[in-house]
């Protein structure tokens, strides 16, 4: 009669197994901010190349016709430069969609903003879609853009001088600046240097004025696709009142935010960076010494 042996088996006990799950939870800690950090390096990266672009269209719009498109139009189609430099991205079939005989908010328009323009939103940012319910389609919401031109400064040059701005509802408009509402700026008028003046700044952090990528200005009231600079990077967000052309250009990136110089170079402006040098960098004419790293 044949005895058949049976190996004893042993399993975790409750210690071993609380240790174990205890180093993994350790691991997991570790490693996560490591992913985090790799993805939004990536995040930036594609945040920058996407401003490079949008240099590069607004350059060949430039060599095309003689001037910059202006930040905003408020009369005729009230659209912003991201539509107008569209064909300069090879988004032709997109830009002959729109109707340029009505205005941005005409049905039909807001219909063609529905599509997403890569180029026009950052990977970090908030929220990707208008905020406005007036813009809505259909109960479909239209995208939004991050990317913003520079109206200018508001506020005192180094030399103590006042800078130029209009009177408006919701800030004003500043007129130092190269995509200015209305504006048909070229790059001889950037008398400080293309190297030293900020062209288009992102704003892509928690703030709520998100309007449609299409959107112009309005004369007397508001510029969307244009913005003054009046304060420091990720400080103001809009107030629902008063401060629409103001809202601080600021991101979801780590100590700063991504800026396109005239020249069509890329830049990360650092958070911490003092107002004199955001104010200085914003004009295109101001006769400053001061500038950004």
Request: hydrophobic share 40%; with cysteine; aromatic share 12%.
């Given at each position: 009669m044949s005895t058949i042996r049976q190996s004893a088996r042993r399993g975790f006990t409750l210690i071993e197994l609380l240790v174990v799950i205890a180093i993994i939870a350790i691991l997991i800690g570790l490693l996560l901010p490591a992913v985090?950090?790799?993805?939004e390096a990536a995040n930036r990266i594609k945040c920058s190349n996407n401003m490079k672009q949008i240099g590069m269209a607004l350059h060949n719009y430039h060599d095309t016709n003689n001037v910059l498109p202006p930040g905003g139009s408020s009369s005729g189609d009230k659209m912003g430069f991201q539509v107008y430099i569209?064909?300069?991205?090879?988004?032709?079939?997109?830009?002959?969609?729109?109707?340029?005989?009505?205005?941005y908010d005409d049905p039909v328009?807001?219909?063609v903003a529905l599509n997403k323009v890569l180029n026009y939103l950052c990977p970090s940012a908030s929220e990707q879609y208008s905020l406005f319910s007036a813009e809505y389609v259909g109960g479909n919401r239209p995208f939004t853009t991050h990317y913003y031109g520079v109206m200018g400064p508001k506020g005192t040059?180094?030399?103590g001088t006042s800078y130029q701005w209009q009177g408006g509802g919701h800030g004003g408009f500043a007129l130092q600046g190269v995509l200015t509402k209305d504006g048909q700026n070229t790059m001889a008028a950037i008398t400080d240097g293309t190297s030293n003046t900020l062209l288009v700044g992102e704003i892509s952090w928690r703030q709520t004025g998100y309007r449609v990528w299409s959107r112009g200005c309005q004369d007397t009231?508001?510029?969307?696709?244009?913005?003054?600079?009046?304060?420091?990077?990720?400080?103001v967000g809009y107030n629902e009142t008063d401060n629409f052309d103001d809202i601080s250009f600021g991101s979801n990136h780590s100590n700063g935010v991504v800026f396109l110089m005239a020249d069509g170079s890329v830049r990360f402006v650092r958070q911490a960076t003092d107002m004199l040098s955001l104010l200085s960098a914003a004009s295109r004419n101001g006769g400053e010494t001061l500038g950004i790293n």
């Open positions: 985090q950090k790799v993805r569209l064909p300069f991205l090879e988004q032709d079939n997109l830009y002959l969609k729109f109707n340029r005989s009505l205005p328009n807001l219909a040059n180094p030399d009231a508001w510029c969307a696709p244009c913005k003054n600079l009046r304060y420091a990077i990720n400080a």
